[in-house]
């Protein structure tokens, strides 16, 4: 494994800046440059998995038809890559202000990333995002902070 000053990290940290960008200026075409073309995708919202990059960036555009304006941060973005592999995890929050004007702070939630090395290039292969959960009522937990 490679050490979390390499070139490798460096570009990832870069992919993962740009799926932030995209977000925030609502870019699915940005987006779909970042994953590859098979991304599996475990997201907070049904299906259980979103399979392929059409599927991937359909749910992005669910929800920036439900934002007017649309922020997404990432925090304790931790990574561990190999020659053509890797895998990340942070925590992740989307706020903004919602297409009928009321503004959210929105949830934080886990993010893991898969990445793969493309012809040269860190792609995201597979993400999965969750919530903790209460056992007892089955509720996702969605007032937790990093």
């Known amino acids: 494994m490679t050490t ?3 070139a490798a990290d460096a570009d990832i940290r870069k992919q993962i800046d ?3 960008a995209a977000l925030r200026s609502k870019d699915l075409e940005a987006l779909r440059r970042v994953y590859t073309a098979d991304v599996v995708s475990f997201d907070v919202e ?18 920036f038809r439900v934002f007017d304006t649309l922020d997404y941060e990432i925090r304790d973005l931790r ?14 929050r989307l706020s903004g202000t919602f297409a009928g ?3 959210t702070n ?8 898969g990445f793969r090395k493309l ?12 919530v903790p959960l ?13």
């Open 4 to 6: 979390p000053d390499s």
């Open 46 to 63: 049904p299906p259980l998995q979103h399979v392929g990059i059409a599927a991937k960036l359909e749910n992005w555009a669910r929800v």
């Open 101 to 103: 004007g009321a503004a």
């Open 119 to 130: 012809d040269g290039a860190w792609m995201i292969a597979h993400d999965q995002v969750s």
């Open 79 to 92: 990574l561990t890559v190999g020659s053509d592999l890797a895998y990340g995890h942070a925590f992740g």
């Open 18 to 20: 740009a799926v932030v």
């Open 106 to 113: 929105g949830m934080w939630v886990r993010v893991t990333y």
């Open 134 to 146: 209460d056992i007892v009522t089955g509720t996702g937990v969605v007032d937790l902070e990093p």
